[in-house]
């Protein structure tokens, strides 16, 4: 069973970064494709950025494009998501997800895509 642990939310400033991490635990890490989907209070999930199985391919939605990064690392089980220039419009639960699948187009990511890790909140201030 694949357990998801997310880390690295927090309150920021408008203009501020974070970084999410994501360890994957109870199966092989790179035998999964990975994202990030994010919801925010009244809305629905919404996916924010994939990476492939190696890292060498990453999908970004375009409201992220130029200011998050998502990167893995599978020595360490890990995924992340490097975000700067943040904006009030960012504030939202972030969630990490493991799938089957990589996608080279944000759009054909569905909402239910794979295994879930229980969230973290990032709130960014104006």
């Known amino acids: 069973q694949v357990q998801l642990i997310e880390s690295g939310g927090g309150v920021v400033q408008a203009g501020g970064s974070l970084r999410l991490s994501c360890t994957l635990s109870?199966?092989?890490?790179?035998?999964?494709?990975m994202a990030w989907y994010r919801q925010a209070l009244g809305q629905e999930r919404e996916f924010v950025a994939g990476v492939g199985f190696t890292g060498r391919a990453t999908t970004l939605a375009d409201p992220v494009k130029g200011r998050f990064t998502i990167s893995r690392d599978n020595r360490k089980n890990t995924v992340y998501l490097q975000m700067n220039s943040l904006k009030p419009e960012d504030t939202a639960v972030y969630y990490c997800?493991?799938?089957?699948?990589?996608?080279?187009?944000?759009?054909?990511?569905?909402?239910?895509?794979?295994?879930w890790g229980q969230g973290t909140q990032v709130t960014v201030s104006s």
């Open positions: 109870g199966r092989s890490f790179s035998n999964y494709a």
């Open positions: 997800a493991a799938g089957n699948s990589f996608y080279t187009s944000s759009t054909d990511y569905p909402p239910d895509y794979g295994s």
